[in-house]
């Protein structure tokens, strides 16, 4: 059906505080993964998913950083007590194969920034 | 690791030729390929896997070395639609899984 849905598309949160973002994969992709894009910047690796679990976290850039995935599909990154260096475009991406194997469907993205 | 990408940036005119170029110290198991225009996601190119193939996609091709491991991305005669920043992902082993990491990825800019 439908690509990849991230929302919200736009969050601005102040510096403390505690923010959700979440993903929809495309129904029946068993991989799912999450990146992290600064302004101007590469794709930096957060986290990806095989089904429920998560053999990767090591992207994690500390651990204010946690991710989930119920049911196999729908995704929340959550970061805790947000600062500033955490403004950026969080983007998510699922793939029919894990582990890097299979084409990559990217999300629109969440635009975070922490005032 | 992260892969290097050459050049960073790259302006040409429409119909001219350009080559970007992905380098890794690190064995791979893949290179993968990914255009991002501006203000929207990354869409996948193509994938080569290891062998030495060469594939297609328009008048874009890319080859892989995997004893250099090295990756190279062709654009043939630039159209206007080609504008973006290029990503090379390469696909190798970190612990026990295999993950791809992208590089910083090279801007380009065709003009009319």
């Known amino acids: 059906g439908a690509g990849v849905s991230q929302s919200p598309s736009n969050k601005v949160t102040e510096k403390g505080k505690d923010v959700e973002l979440r993903c929809d994969p495309i129904?029946?992709?068993?991989?799912l993964y999450w990146y992290r894009q600064s302004l101007g910047q590469g794709l930096e690796f957060l986290i990806y998913?095989?089904?429920?679990?998560?053999?990767?976290k090591s992207g994690l850039p500390s651990d204010r950083f946690s991710a989930e995935r119920t049911g196999g599909s729908v995704s929340t990154l959550t970061i805790q007590r947000t600062q500033q260096e955490d403004s950026a475009v969080y983007l998510c991406?699922?793939?029919?194969?894990?582990?890097?194997?299979?084409?990559?469907?990217f999300g629109p993205g969440t635009r975070l920034t922490v005032t | 690791q992260q892969p290097v990408q050459s050049p960073q940036a790259v302006i040409l005119r429409e119909g001219e030729d350009a080559v970007i170029n992905c380098s890794s110290s690190?064995?791979?198991?893949?290179v993968h390929w990914y255009r991002q225009k501006h203000g929207e996601a990354p869409v996948f190119l193509m994938i080569?896997?290891?062998?030495?193939e060469q594939k297609g996609h328009d008048k874009i091709s890319a080859s892989f070395n995997e004893k250099k491991q090295q990756s190279s991305l062709y654009l043939t005669a630039s159209q206007l639609s080609y504008s973006g920043t290029y990503f090379c992902?390469?696909?190798?082993?970190?612990?026990?899984?295999?993950?791809?990491?992208f590089g910083s990825g090279t801007q380009l800019t065709v003009l009319p």
């Open positions: 992902g390469t696909e190798g082993v970190r612990g026990s899984a295999r993950q791809l990491t």
């Open positions: 998913f095989q089904g429920n679990s998560a053999p990767d």
């Open positions: 129904s029946g992709h068993t991989a």
């Open positions: 991406a699922s793939s029919l194969l894990g582990q890097g194997l299979g084409e990559q469907y």
């Open positions: 080569l896997l290891k062998g030495g």
């Open positions: 690190k064995a791979l198991y893949s």
